[in-house]
C-alpha cells in the first residue's frame, strides 16, 4: 500500500513538473513595431519575427496620411501585410466620439485593435467595447493604478510608456514589473504591451520582467543581432575559409 501512494505521489509530481515547463514554454514575448510607415512593416516582417504592428496619430502624420479615409486605408494596408494585431487609436477624447470611431476602426479588418486613451471616458469605452467582442489597447498607461482599470474594463492590451517615463527620472521597467505582477495575482488576462521603447536595452529589461509585448522601433529589433565578437567571428571564419579554398 505504501509503495503505490509513493508511486502515485511520484506520478502526480512529474505531471504537474511536466505541466510548468508546458506553460512555460507556451509563453513567448510578442514583437510588435511601432510605426506606419509600409516599408519598414514589411521589413520588419521579412525578418520572421513580427507579431504585429502599433500606430498613433503622431506616427501617421509623420508618413502624411491625412483625412479619415486614407488614414482607414493606411490600416486596411497594413494590415494586409502582418499576420498579427494593428492598434488603430480612436481620436476622440468623448465617450460617445470613442465608440463610434472604436467601431468604424474595428469594421475595417478582423486584425484592428482599437487604441483607447487610459482616461475616464476610455475606460467606460473599453468596457463597452469588451462586452461587444471589440479588443482594446489602452495607451498612455503611467501607473499600476491606470493599468489596474483598464485590465478591470477588459482591455485586451495595456501599454506602460517606459521612456516617457525614465524621461521624467521614473522607472519605466519597473512599473512594466509592477503591472505584470499585479495581473499574474489577480490572474488578469490583458496582456502586458510595454510601448516608448527607446533602445535595445528596454527591449531585454522588459523581457526580463515578464512583459507579454513589446512595441518599439524596427532600429531597435535589429539592434539586438548587434555584437562586436559575432562580427570578429564571422570575419575570422571567412578569412579562413577563404585562406584554404582560395
Same mark, same amino acid.
Given at each position: 500500500m505504501l509503495t503505490l501512494c509513493l508511486s502515485l505521489l511520484l506520478l502526480i509530481t512529474n505531471n504537474s513538473n511536466n505541466s510548468q515547463i508546458t506553460d512555460k514554454k507556451e509563453k513567448?514575448?510578442?514583437?510588435?513595431?511601432?510605426?506606419?510607415?509600409?516599408?519598414?512593416?514589411?521589413?520588419?516582417n521579412a525578418l520572421g519575427v513580427l507579431d504585429g504592428v502599433t500606430t498613433n496619430p503622431s506616427l501617421m502624420a509623420k508618413e502624411g496620411i491625412k483625412g479619415?479615409?486614407?488614414?482607414?486605408?493606411?490600416?486596411?494596408?497594413?494590415?494586409?501585410?502582418?499576420?498579427?494585431?494593428?492598434?488603430?487609436?480612436?481620436?476622440?477624447?468623448?465617450y460617445e466620439g470613442m465608440i463610434k470611431e472604436g467601431e468604424e476602426l474595428a469594421a475595417l479588418?478582423?486584425?484592428?485593435?482599437?487604441?483607447?486613451?487610459?482616461?475616464?471616458?476610455?475606460?467606460?469605452?473599453?468596457?463597452?467595447?469588451? %462586452?461587444?467582442?471589440?479588443?482594446?489597447?489602452c495607451t498612455l498607461v503611467f501607473s499600476a493604478g491606470q493599468a489596474l482599470l483598464a485590465a478591470k474594463a477588459g482591455a485586451t492590451y495595456v501599454s506602460p510608456f517606459v521612456g516617457r517615463l525614465d524621461d521624467i527620472c521614473n522607472d519605466g521597467v519597473g512599473?512594466?514589473?509592477?503591472?505584470?505582477?499585479?495581473?499574474?495575482?489577480?490572474?488578469?488576462?490583458?496582456?502586458?504591451?510595454?510601448?516608448?521603447?527607446?533602445?535595445?536595452l528596454h527591449i531585454l529589461q522588459c523581457?526580463?520582467?515578464?512583459?507579454?509585448?513589446?512595441?518599439?522601433?524596427?532600429?531597435?529589433?535589429?539592434?539586438?543581432? %548587434?555584437?562586436?565578437?559575432?562580427?570578429?567571428?564571422?570575419?575570422?571564419?571567412?578569412?579562413?575559409?577563404?585562406?584554404?579554398?582560395?
Open positions: 513567448v514575448m510578442k514583437f510588435f513595431i511601432d510605426t506606419a510607415n509600409l516599408e519598414q512593416i514589411r521589413e520588419a479619415v479615409e486614407n488614414q482607414h486605408k493606411h490600416y486596411i494596408e497594413i494590415c494586409n501585410i502582418v499576420d498579427g494585431d494593428v492598434s488603430a487609436e480612436v481620436i476622440a477624447t468623448n479588418n478582423p486584425h484592428i485593435v482599437v487604441k483607447v486613451p487610459c482616461i475616464e471616458d476610455g475606460i467606460k469605452a473599453i468596457k463597452y467595447f469588451s %462586452n461587444k467582442g471589440i479588443r482594446t489597447n512599473l512594466v514589473a509592477q503591472i505584470v505582477e499585479l495581473y499574474q495575482t489577480y490572474d488578469y488576462k490583458t496582456q502586458v504591451l510595454a510601448a516608448s521603447i527607446r533602445n535595445t523581457a526580463e520582467v515578464g512583459a507579454d509585448v513589446v512595441t518599439c522601433s524596427l532600429s531597435a529589433i535589429k539592434g539586438l543581432l %548587434n555584437h562586436p565578437l559575432t562580427d570578429i567571428g564571422l570575419e575570422k571564419f571567412l578569412a579562413d575559409y577563404k585562406k584554404v579554398n582560395g
